[in-house]
């Protein structure tokens, strides 16, 4: 028997690979002669770089940058070396879970240190930057990471705007002039699990506002920030791209890969999957196990378990997931590929405690799926 384990990350729990190795043991219980393949995947969130170069040969950089309220962070970035490709996850310099509750301040933080990172690869001669996009603690449109690149974006003074997506109300002059000239030899591919435009009530502020810290009322500043931001860029390059799928992911950082970087997007469990090379792993196994963190009807926005399912639908593949709760609507899953789904927990829990078990818990239930296995080839 073969199996593939490709799950995402446990957030605030496990890495994907340790998600992987904790299956593999429950599976080896009840066949300890199988083949198990071991193939952490990512959604384009946290966790991405490290799926990655868990697959494939490749370097882990770090380098010290501006955090999403300017406090300086170490943020770890991959680097092919083969390819001159570099692997940026946004959530490293910019991500959720750099700030505190109490601190989320979407009107404020800034993507300035996402721009940092791309610098850096840039200064070790990438010729493709793949830019990871999910967890994001922005709502500046990308304005601070053109900014790292050298724009400049000042205000009717002519003083540069402050740091985040409120000031961007404030937008006067786009100047272009100082952006770093070598980004137009690098080829820009951008991983992402949303298509929310830039504004309106489907937009990056009115979507994902709240849970980076906005008030209501803050929330229309933002959309209309980001609305006037849109507008200043179309004057200058000539083109509106904030109605594309997509424009408004991680805070509209979208809008400006797309706008700036000319970047591709495609969804970031598709780039994870090519990478780790999981099309080849899964044509010849008997079963797959995938899995996330809490599986409900937003997995089918494009996050891991479904990207894996249809990898496996394309070879008959029985799909089965594994997830830390089962939430509402996981259910529709099961039209789309998936064979059956099962939660962790045994009995009553803390979500600390559902945490901190997770390696046994997920040991158990792999065991006993494996189990249920057996008895049906029997």
């Not at 570099?86 to 721009?115: H, K, W, Y």
């Not at 931001?229 to 004057?235: E, N, Y």
């Amino acid at each position: 028997m073969k199996v593939v384990i490709a799950p995402d990350s446990f957030k605030d729990s496990l890495g994907a690979a340790e998600v992987a190795a904790a299956i593999a043991l429950g599976l080896k219980e009840v066949y300890p002669d199988a083949t198990l393949v071991e193939c952490p995947m990512a959604d384009g969130g946290e966790g991405t770089v490290d799926a990655i170069l868990a697959a494939v040969n490749g370097e882990r950089r770090s380098s010290v940058v501006s955090g999403p309220l300017g406090s300086p962070v170490t943020a770890r970035w991959g680097w092919l070396p083969e390819s001159r490709t570099a692997i940026i996850e946004m959530a490293e310099a910019s991500g959720l879970q750099l700030v505190p509750l109490e601190r989320r301040d979407a009107c404020v933080s800034s993507t300035f240190g996402t721009g940092e990172l791309v610098l850096q690869a840039l200064d070790a001669g990438a010729q493709k930057v793949i830019l990871t996009i999910g967890g994001s603690a922005t709502n500046d449109g990308g304005a601070g990471m053109l900014q790292a690149l050298g724009a400049r974006l000042l205000d009717a003074s002519g003083q540069p705007l402050a740091a985040g997506g409120l000031p961007l109300s404030q937008l006067a002059t786009l100047d272009l002039h100082a952006l770093d000239p070598r980004l137009t030899d690098v080829q820009f591919e951008v991983a992402a699990d949303v298509d929310n435009p830039l504004c309106g009530p489907h937009g990056a502020s009115h979507t994902f506002g709240k849970q980076k810290g906005a008030s209501p009322e803050q929330i229309l500043q933002l959309d209309a920030a980001l609305g006037h931001f849109a507008d200043c860029t179309a004057a200058a390059l000539g083109t509106d791209r904030r109605e594309e799928p997509g424009a408004g992911a991680a805070g509209g950082i979208g809008f400006a890969a797309k706008a700036f970087l000319k970047a591709t997007f495609r969804p970031g469990v598709e780039v994870v999957a090519e990478l780790a090379g999981l099309d080849a792993h899964v044509r010849d196994a008997d079963l797959v196990i995938t899995g996330e963190g809490r599986f409900d009807a937003q997995t089918l926005r494009g996050k891991t378990p479904l990207g894996v399912t249809r990898v496996a639908r394309r070879y008959g593949i029985p799909v089965v997931v594994l997830a830390g709760t089962l939430g509402e609507g996981y259910e529709q899953l099961y039209h789309h590929g998936i064979t059956a789904a099962f939660s962790l927990t045994s009995g009553p829990m803390t979500l600390a405690e559902a945490c901190s078990q997770a390696p046994v818990l997920l040991r158990e239930r792999a065991r006993d799926i494996a189990r249920l296995l057996l008895a049906g080839i029997r």
